[in-house]
């Protein structure tokens, strides 16, 4: 299908006035091209900022000091998050994280850099411990941008990362107790009543801005613990577990990543800043999309969603937001006021 020259230009001038505005390079546009500005007002100065899920607590702050030290923010970002990754008593993350269904840690992870554009993930990777920094390999090592299961292994193998085994001891427990308690009637006798089955999701997002508005986002995960093998959630799909535009801000996601998937959910909370939201009001806008895709089987009695999902968002020039679908959530910031946890706005009380 071929579109005339004027036709692009009132198209893209349309899409203009509604807040999308075109990236094309000027010179691929000839003279009578659209400026390329965000509608967010931008005047070449913002403020250090570090934004994540409240697991990345020590983190930002991680994070925060080396931008300040002039590091690349989605380097500091991933060696924020580096720290959860490598904890092996955090089960929602990399090194002790909970397995799937046969008992193997499979990890996910994604990143983007503002100033480059570029992206990479790595989904459903084993015996790898930061797949955050795989991701970022890809990212800058090949032309793709998502690698899966055991080509995602080889890569990281070729590229130096040490392999290891991620089974803690204390997941490998976890996983035989909810194994034994599948079936009540299966071969597997039940121990332990009295020791609680562990929570079933959890992650790491991390996005961080330095002071010339240059920005980068990164998401890593065990995903949900006990999955189907090769399940793959949110956090390695770029517009889903995490996105990052340099023009707007970033955002990314922990909580049940199937109803992130279907909402694009960080793609549309940069979109809505993009269009003038503030970073909790973007976000609480796609909490509300997300419980309107919500499918009935999903639906308590109550006709309220039976699952929680987080988002964490920053702007460019150094603002920031995080909403929860349930009432009662936190989120991490690091700013020049130190590193914190802040309550979370709502849509729904608990
Ligand atoms: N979003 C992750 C996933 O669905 C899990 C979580 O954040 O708790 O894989």
């Given at each position: ?335 020049e006021k130190g590193a914190r946890l802040e309550e979370a ?6």
């Amino acid at each position: 299908m071929s579109v005339s020259r004027r036709d692009f230009l009132e198209r893209t001038a349309a899409l203009a006035a509604a807040g999308f505005v075109p990236r094309l390079p000027d010179d691929l546009l000839g003279a009578a091209a659209p400026a390329t500005a965000a509608p967010m007002a931008w005047h070449g100065r913002g403020r250090p900022l570090v934004v994540s899920s409240s697991n990345g607590i020590k983190g930002v702050r991680v994070a925060y000091d080396r931008m300040l030290a002039g590091e690349d923010p989605l380097d500091a970002a991933i060696a924020g998050v580096n720290l959860v990754e490598l904890d092996p008593t955090d089960q929602s993350v990399g090194l002790g994280g909970l397995p799937n269904e046969e008992g193997v840690v499979q990890l996910d992870a994604s990143c983007m850099h503002g100033p480059t554009r570029r992206a990479g993930s790595v989904a459903a990777i084993e015996g790898i411990a930061t797949p955050s920094l795989v991701a970022k390999a890809v990212m800058d090592y090949t032309d793709h941008v998502m690698l899966v299961g055991a080509g995602a292994t080889k890569f990281a193998k070729a590229m130096g990362f040490k392999e290891q085994n991620l089974l803690t001891e204390q997941s490998r427990q976890d996983w035989m107790r909810w194994k034994s308690r599948l079936n009540a009637n299966d071969a597997w006798l039940d121990h332990d009543d009295d020791i609680k089955i562990k929570f079933t999701t959890g992650t790491i997002n991390m996005n961080a801005v330095n002071g010339a508005g240059d920005i980068g986002s990164v998401t890593t995960t065990s995903g949900m613990a006990w999955k189907v093998p090769g399940r793959i959630g949110d956090s390695p799909v770029i517009g889903a577990g995490q996105y990052c535009d340099n023009l707007v801000g970033a955002a990314g996601s922990t909580g049940r990543g199937e109803a992130n998937i279907k909402t694009c959910a960080s793609f549309l909370i940069v979109e809505f800043m993009r269009q003038g939201l503030g970073p909790q009001e973007a976000c609480l806008k796609t909490l509300e999309r997300v419980v309107a895709m919500t499918e009935t089987r999903l639906m308590g009695p109550n006709g309220r969603p039976k699952f929680d999902l987080e988002f964490y968002a920053l702007t460019k020039d150094g603002r920031f937001g995080g909403a929860t679908l349930y009432s009662g959530g936190k989120f991490a910031v690091c700013d020049e006021k130190g590193a914190r946890l802040e309550e979370a706005a709502y849509l729904l009380k608990r």
